[in-house]
């Protein structure tokens, strides 16, 4: 009788241990490539911040509108964006030459802004979709998702403020730039 219990605990000790290893290892999707935004299906990122922030009124403080306008320039240079992705790091261009370089580490990394602004990201993988969390004193919580469905890559972007009435949900979905 204790063969058999010592057996049945080697057993799903093994068990366990093969299926986290092989889970860590499992192939993650490949965003890399030149991707546009599919405009009927995707939410108007311009309008989700505008509401998040608490309408025309509140976007008058400074504050607020700093984020607003940073975010709003992001959201118009996002419409067609190029990723380049590796084992080791995720990196994201717009066309307004925009760059984003992250660490997919699991460890939290300082990076900085094009307005100077120092910000907290950590990026990893949670089954198949790409997180990247990025905190910063006058920004909030941001969390963006990547993953794909089908032949389209999706973007989901969740912004938490303390400046904003609302938290800010979107969801962009993109098709792969023919020719590439």
């Known amino acids: ?89 995720f990196t994201v261009a717009d066309k307004q030459d925009n760059l984003r370089i992250y660490y997919i580490d699991g460890k939290k990394h300082v990076r900085q802004t094009p307005w100077g602004v120092k910000l907290q990201t950590l990026t990893n993988w949670k089954d198949a979709q790409l997180i990247i969390t990025t905190e910063g004193k006058d920004l909030g919580k941001v969390t963006e998702t990547y993953r794909l469905e089908g032949e389209q890559l999706v973007f989901a972007v969740q912004l938490e403020s303390d400046d904003f009435e609302n938290t800010v949900v979107a969801r962009n979905q993109y098709f792969r730039k023919k020719g590439r």
């Open 1 to 89: 009788m204790r063969n058999a219990k010592t057996r049945t605990v080697v057993s799903a000790v093994v068990g366990g241990f093969l299926s986290f290893a092989l889970g860590a290892n499992a192939q993650k999707p490949n965003f890399s490539g030149t991707w546009v935004l599919d405009k009927e299906t995707s939410d108007n990122l311009e309008e989700k911040v505008r509401i998040g922030a608490g309408g025309t009124n509140r976007i008058t403080r400074i504050d607020v509108k700093r984020i607003v306008d940073r975010l709003t320039h992001l959201a118009r240079a996002s419409e067609e964006i190029e990723i380049e992705q590796s084992a080791e790091d």
